[in-house]
Nanobody, 117 residues
Framework: QVQLVESGGGLVQPGGSLRLSCVASGSRFSPNAMGWHRQAPGKQRELVAAIDRGGGTNYAASVKGRFTISRDNAKNTVSLQMNNLKPEDSAVYYC???????????WGQGTQVTVSS
């Protein structure tokens, strides 16, 4: 497991943008996959986007075309650029990592994203 620290959440109006960042530490090896899940009140945690070391990506259908995930393998960081945000994007966003494959084995503490006018 690695330690994950997120930053960049906040309050934004509908149609606005936010950028989330996460840095991984505590392991000699870079995780195979890193990404973001989110959880809104009363709902299950769901995948938002993930990216592997080779740049392969996976997005939830609800965010395709609006969100972009990127990664810096040398710095063990992953970022999520969120554009055209909608109220239904409001949730706690959790950074996560998978040492091998795509199975998540490390989670960050979460950062709140609120989209409201």
């Amino acid at each position: 497991q690695v330690q994950l620290v997120e930053s960049g959440g906040g309050l934004v109006q509908p149609g606005g943008s936010l950028r989330l960042s996460c840095v991984a530490s505590g392991s000699r090896f870079s995780p195979n996959a890193m990404g973001w899940h989110r959880q809104a009140p009363g709902k299950q945690r769901e995948l938002v986007a993930a990216i592997d070391r080779g740049g392969g990506t996976n997005y939830a259908a609800s965010v395709k075309g609006r969100f972009t995930i990127s990664r810096d393998n040398a710095k063990n960081t992953v970022s999520l650029q969120m554009n055209n945000l909608k109220p239904e994007d409001s949730a706690v966003y959790y950074c996560n990592a998978a040492a091998t494959g795509w199975t998540v084995d490390s989670w960050g503490q979460g950062t709140q994203v609120t989209v409201s006018s």
